[in-house]
């Protein structure tokens, strides 16, 4: 941004992160449960300091300014995913527990 000779030119892109579950295993084959995570997401967060503010955060698997894209995914909202928690059988007493792996370099 320094270099007089350079423009710099900033937009959307389609780049993306997403979390992957294997949706034919507990707990992640019962539908609540996965709404309930995509609920509790915080992606504003993630975008503020994983990505220090750079990237808008996404609620579709296709990115924005590409053909396609839609809001599918909702709002934060953590009380509708306590809800949808206790209605699949998860409670204070027996929580949803959940092991979260990535490489170094995402």
């Known amino acids: 941004e320094d270099n007089p ?5 900033e937009g959307p892109g389609a780049y993306i992160r997403y979390i992957c579950f ?3 295993t507990p707990p992640f084959d019962n539908v609540k ?4 995570i995509s609920l509790a997401i915080d992606r504003d967060e993630i975008s503020d300091r994983v990505y220090l503010g750079t990237h808008e955060p996404l609620y579709s698997m296709v990115p924005m ?7 599918a995914f909702p709002e934060r909202d ?3 995913a306590k809800a949808l928690l206790t209605e699949a059988g998860y409670s204070e007493a027996s ?5 979260l792996w990535w490489t170094p370099a995402h």
């Open 5 to 9: 000779n350079v423009i710099v030119i």
């Open 22 to 24: 294997n949706a034919t």
């Open 33 to 36: 449960v996965k709404q309930a």
């Open 65 to 71: 300014g590409m053909e396609g894209h839609i809001d």
């Open 78 to 80: 953590l009380e509708a």
């Open 95 to 99: 929580p949803l527990e959940m092991d």
